[in-house]
């Protein structure tokens, strides 16, 4: 079970990481209110945590960019959600704390946000069907 330490932990990283990467891309002339398409990366030791965060993120309204968790060499498994935000709401202390608290929930962790390309853009759309009911 995750402990507020934790969570405050991870939210002290991630608040690190995007306090440089927004800084960069604000140097670069990048527009932090203009909304755009990015891709959240987590992981879950187990198929089972992902297929349950999958689910979480899909019921926050979050675009499942694989219809499957997918396993990586080292044996954790990576659930991949698009969403339209701008810069600044993706950054955000708030949205950031809740991936972590989602993803802590179901025994897993929120790792980083990209940018997602044109082509894949169109997989943060909405979609009409919850995924993977059965487990």
């Not at 060499?73 to 698009?82: P, S």
Request: net charge negative; aromatic share 6%; hydrophobic share 35%.
């Amino acid at each position: 079970m995750p402990t507020p330490v934790n969570i405050q932990a991870e939210l002290d990283r991630h608040r690190e990481t995007n306090a440089k990467r927004v800084k960069d891309l604000v140097d670069g002339q990048y527009n932090t209110e203009t909304t755009r398409a990015f891709e959240l990366n987590f992981t879950s030791g187990n198929e089972g945590d992902a297929t349950g965060l999958g689910r979480l993120l899909f019921a926050k309204g979050m675009r499942l960019l694989a219809g499957t968790p997918e396993a990586d060499r080292e044996g954790a498994w990576n659930v991949r959600v698009g969403v339209k935000r701008s810069l600044r709401e993706l950054t955000s202390q708030e949205f950031i704390c809740d991936l972590i608290t989602i993803a802590s929930g179901v025994h897993s962790s929120f790792q980083t946000w990209e940018f997602l390309t044109e082509d894949s853009a169109e997989g943060a759309q909405p979609h009409p069907s919850p995924p993977n009911t059965h487990v």
